[in-house]
Structures are given as C-alpha cells and as structure tokens.
C-alpha cells in the first residue's frame, strides 16, 4: 500500500480505515513524499513460509530514498 505523509497520518489519528481488519497497515517504510505499508492481514490464512515472510520483514529489509 502507498500513502502520501498526511494520509498516512490520517490514517494513524483514526480519520478513516482501511478494510475490516481489527488494526491498520504495518509501515515498511517511508521517504519524504509516501509511505510504503502491508496490509493487516496479509498473512491471515498462515500460509506455509509465512515465518520466514515474518523473519524478513522484522529485518526491515526496505530502503527509501529522496
């Protein structure tokens, strides 16, 4: 998902929601315009690999730039 700055922190003031998921998107990441975020329930069916989707994404393997 892609969010500019101010919708992203529209999103996090509760302004609005996305989807029916309990909590919102997870930020992978963010350069001076957008931020790059994974939806809440991308591995809601646990899927097999989705401990090693979870090992990569806590090792904040995205990198922005300007």
Known sequence: MIFTIDQWNSLQRDEFQIGA???GP???GRN???VLALPAGYNYAFLP???EGEVIL???PLHTSD
Do not use: F, I, Q, V
Request: aromatic share 14%.
């Open 21 to 23: 998921a309990p909590r």
């Open 49 to 51: 690999g989705y401990e």
């Open 58 to 60: 806590n090792s904040n």
């Open 32 to 34: 001076a315009k957008y």
């Open 26 to 28: 997870r930020e992978l």
